[in-house]
C-alpha cells in the first residue's frame, strides 16, 4: 500500500565510512543539490554498532526519516534497528541491491536520493527469523556458506561474480543438512530451502517468481536432492530459462513456518551470515516495514 505523505523534517543518510562500493562524493552532491528542498545530513557510520544506535535513536524522533546508503545487508542492520514506527529509506550502493531493486528504488545515487524528499510511504511486508527482521529471502545451509566465504575485497573486484565462483568451490565439498519444515499441519523434507518475501533472490535470479512483499505470505522453496544436475535445474527456472523442476523441488506459501536441520546449519538474512543453529522459526512480524520508495 501506497501512502503521499509530506516531505520528512529531516533526513538522515547512514552510510558505512568503510564502503568501498558507495561513491561519497556523488552522495554529498546529491544531498547539496536538495538542500533547500529539505534538511539532509550523512552520518558516516565507523561500526556495524554505531549504524543500529544511530538508527534506533533518530528513527524514534517524529518526522525523521532514515536512510541506509550501502547494499542489502546495510539495509537489513538499519532495518533490525529501527523504532517501530519509524521510516527507512534507501541509496542502493551495494553488489545485488535486491531489495531496492524489487521496491524500484533508482540505482543512480542522485535518484535515490531525490526519491527520499518525493517518495511515497510504502508499506512492506516483513519477515523474522529467529528474531531477526529480514525484507527478500532467508537462506538455510549452502547459500550462507557461499556468502560467507564471499571477502569484501572479492565483491570489490569481481561483483557477483564472486559468489559464483564461490559457489562453485564450495559445490566441491559440501555436504547439505537434512531439513524438516512444517507449516500449516503439512511437513517437507529437502537438502536446501530458501524462504522468500520478494521475488528476486540476487540480481536476475527469481526463485520464487509468485512473492509479493504486500500479500500477506512468504514463499518457501525447498530443493529436496542436493545434486549438481537439481541445483542446476532450478538455477535455469530462476533465470527463466525453463520450467520448475516440479519432481525435485517444491514451492509452499505460507505465514509460519518451522525448519528443522540434522546438524548446526549457517544461514543468511537478505545476505548477512548468522551463526548455525539446528531450529529456525519464521514468520510474518506483526506490522510492516514503513518505506519511502517512488
Same mark, same amino acid.
Given at each position: ?9 529531516? $533526513?538522515?543518510? &547512514?552510510? +558505512? #565510512?568503510? !564502503? ?8 554529498? /552532491?546529491?544531498? *547539496? ?41 546495510? $539495509?537489513?542492520? &538499519?532495518? +533490525? #534497528?529501527? !523504532? ?8 542502493? /550502493?551495494?553488489? *545485488? ?49 557461499? !556468502? ?62 509468485? !512473492? ?83
Amino acid at each position: 500500500m501506497l501512502m503521499k505523505t509530506h516531505p520528512p523534517e529531516k $533526513i538522515y543518510i &547512514l552510510a +558505512n #565510512a568503510g !564502503a568501498r562500493t558507495l561513491d561519497f562524493k556523488g552522495l554529498e /552532491a546529491a544531498c *547539496a543539490r536538495l538542500a533547500r528542498h529539505a534538511a539532509i545530513e550523512i552520518i558516516k557510520t565507523a561500526s556495524p554498532q554505531q549504524a543500529v544506535s544511530e538508527t534506533a535513536r533518530l528513527s524514534a524522533i517524529d518526522g525523521n526519516l532514515v536512510a541506509a546508503a550501502g547494499g542489502d545487508g546495510t $539495509i537489513n542492520t &538499519l532495518l +533490525n #534497528a529501527l !523504532a517501530p514506527d519509524g521510516l527507512l529509506g534507501i541509496i542502493p /550502493a551495494g553488489t *545485488a541491491n535486491v531489495i531496492a531493486r524489487e521496491l524500484g528504488v533508482p540505482l543512480k545515487i542522485s535518484d535515490a536520493v531525490k526519491v527520499l524528499v518525493t517518495g511515497a510511504v510504502q508499506q512492506v511486508d516483513t519477515a523474522v527469523c529467529n528474531g531477526r527482521k529480514y525484507l527478500f529471502v532467508a537462506g538455510f545451509g549452502f547459500d550462507a556458506e557461499v !556468502a560467507a566465504s564471499v571477502g569484501g575485497w572479492r565483491k570489490k573486484i569481481l561483483g557477483r561474480a564472486a559468489y559464483h565462483l564461490a559457489g562453485l568451490l564450495r559445490f566441491i565439498t559440501y555436504q547439505p543438512p537434512r531439513l524438516k519444515i512444517s507449516c500449516a499441519g503439512k511437513t517437507y523434507r529437502g537438502r536446501y530451502a530458501i524462504i522468500a518475501n520478494m521475488r528476486r533472490y540476487g540480481g536476475e535470479l527469481f526463485f520464487a517468481p509468485q !512473492a509479493r512483499f504486500d500479500d500477506g505470505k512468504l514463499d518457501l522453496v525447498i530443493l529436496r536432492r542436493f545434486s549438481a544436475g537439481s541445483l542446476l535445474r532450478l538455477l535455469n527456472f530462476a533465470r527463466g530459462n525453463a520450467a520448475f523442476p516440479a519432481d525435485v523441488a517444491e514451492i509452499v506459501q505460507g505465514s509460519h513456518f518451522i525448519v528443522e536441520a540434522d546438524r548446526p546449519t549457517p544461514y543468511q538474512l537478505d545476505g548477512e551470515v548468522f551463526p548455525a543453529a539446528e531450529r529456525f522459526e519464521v514468520t510474518l512480524a506483526a506490522q510492516p516495514t514503513r518505506l519511502i520508495t517512488p
